[in-house]
């Protein structure tokens, strides 16, 4: 294969991988699906999160282990299959891929409903369309503006979520009307059974919705390989992870929950939306509104990214058509870029279909596939520890192996209360399903490359 068609470009600077890992944590499920989550749970959604937010670290400290001593653009897939097998290599890049194609459907449609509140009955199907052929065209002239692209789109998401939380504060503190709202509230979430406002259950059920507001932080490792210093920018992006949980997610629940009470509010529009309308400030309804759109198409434009470079690493390890390796003019993987884009249409043909349900399906489907590649991540490390020196590996797993045990055993129980939601058992049913099909691709595959070698 010629070396000048099969090699990415590596034109990420370090402010790019920032903000991408600032803007993976930041998705449409901050933004949509929060609301559901503190209406059924109450004020204990924002221990739902920090527990998720402790397994992503170990998550995301796991594979920044083995990102640093080995930045690919192939990330978890590549590590899994140089630490594991072929197998396994080929199943946690297939679905991941999945994963991002199916996110990037979540992403557009989640675009349709938010540009609802200004202009409802626009045609979902066709913002889709046009959504996808503008951001594939983006990503098709050159890596450097998609990164400059995600670091103006999650810089917006970002600074206009901390300017939030500081507006909240001083509505709190000031605003006589809200602060004696706020201080009833309090009161009131004394009790136990109010914070915990649908029991065990209803806590227990947010955990999957949270694990869904996470999928993507694991981006910023696929970037790694077109990051000009990786081994300096990607343990950067990673220590800060509980920090923005923290801001991004802590402190917006808990100031979402003090400005307005939470058993008010509307689970089919944006919290931060519906908050500033309930208490009477529609300009900053309509920020966030903006916001949450350009959020949606931030982590739109970094699952794209992902989906092409996994499909394109997948070819290095012969788990993937070789035509799927080949890189335009400007070293981009245009065949893996147009075939994710292709699939995506499928978002287009479901908001046809049925557009008011269509992001709850692919919202579901997506969650499982976040849990598979999650655990693969996990076990994968476990395996790279085996293969390597100690004192080679500069940047480590804290409290290993213990840690990989407890995000592990979370990732399994999240799996099976999935299996009581209504809206989520049909996903969970077809996981193994997906797993099953890929096995039997992989075993094609593979004889399909014995009889190649022997031509």
């Known amino acids: 294969m010629d070396s000048k068609k099969d090699h990415l470009q590596g034109k990420l600077k370090n402010r790019h991988i920032q903000m991408i890992a600032l803007g993976g944590v930041i998705g449409t499920g901050l933004f949509f699906?929060?609301?559901?989550?503190?209406?059924?749970?109450?004020?204990?959604?924002?221990?739902?999160?920090?527990?998720?937010?402790?397994?992503?670290y170990i998550i995301m400290r796991a594979l920044g282990e083995m990102t640093v001593h080995h930045p690919s653009s192939g990330s978890f897939s590549d590590y899994a299959n140089r630490y594991i097998s072929n197998y396994a290599g080929f199943i946690a890049g297939w679905t991941a891929w999945f994963e991002y194609t199916v996110v990037c459907m979540v992403e557009l449609t989640a675009v349709t409903f938010f540009l609802d509140y200004w202009i409802p009955g626009l045609p979902h199907w066709l913002i889709c369309l046009g959504l996808l052929f503008l951001f594939t065209l983006v990503q098709l002239v050159s890596v450097k503006l998609f990164g400059e692209f995600e670091f103006w789109f999650a810089g917006i998401k970002v600074a206009a979520i901390i300017m939030m939380i500081f507006f909240s504060a001083y509505l709190v503190t000031f605003n006589s009307h809200i602060h004696q709202n706020m201080i009833t509230n309090i009161h009131t979430y004394d009790s136990l059974h109010v914070f915990f406002a649908s029991g065990a259950k209803g806590f227990f059920f947010s955990l999957a919705i949270v694990i869904f507001s996470f999928g993507g932080t694991e981006f910023v490792s696929i970037a790694a390989g077109e990051a000009e210093n990786p081994r300096k920018s990607i343990p950067q992006a990673i220590s800060g992870v509980i920090a923005r949980i923290i801001i991004f997610y802590v402190l917006t629940m808990l100031a979402i929950i003090c400005l307005y009470p939470f058993n008010k509010l509307n689970a089919h529009v944006s919290p931060f939306v519906d908050v500033f309308k309930q208490i009477g400030i529609n300009q900053a309804a309509d920020i966030m509104n903006a916001v949450a759109i350009t959020a949606a198409l931030s982590a739109f434009n970094s699952c794209l990214y992902a989906a092409s470079r996994m499909l394109f690493s997948l070819t290095k390890q012969g788990s993937a058509p070789t035509k799927f390796a080949k890189t335009n003019q400007v070293n981009i993987p245009s065949n893996a870029l147009l075939f994710t884009s292709l699939c995506i249409l499928i978002s287009v043909a479901m908001n046809y279909l049925f557009p008011d349900k269509a992001i709850m399906y692919l919202l579901t489907i997506a969650t499982c596939a976040i849990l598979t590649v999650w655990f693969l991540i996990l076990l994968t490390q476990i395996h790279f520890r085996k293969h390597q020196l100690l004192d080679k590996i500069s940047y480590r797993l804290i409290l290993y192996p213990y840690s990989n045990v407890f995000?592990?055993?979370?990732?399994?129980?999240?799996?099976?209360?999935?299996?009581?939601?209504?809206?989520?058992?049909?996903?969970?049913?077809?996981?193994?399903?997906?797993?099953?099909?890929?096995?039997?691709?992989?075993?094609?595959?593979?004889?399909?490359?014995?009889?190649?070698?022997?031509?």
């Open 407 to 455: 995000a592990m055993s979370f990732l399994v129980m999240v799996m099976f209360i999935m299996l009581w939601i209504d809206d989520m058992r049909l996903s969970v049913i077809v996981t193994p399903i997906w797993l099953f099909v890929l096995s039997l691709l992989y075993v094609f595959n593979k004889k399909s490359s014995k009889k190649s070698k022997l031509i």
């Open 33 to 56: 699906g929060a609301a559901k989550s503190i209406q059924s749970t109450g004020p204990s959604i924002i221990l739902s999160y920090i527990l998720g937010g402790i397994v992503i």
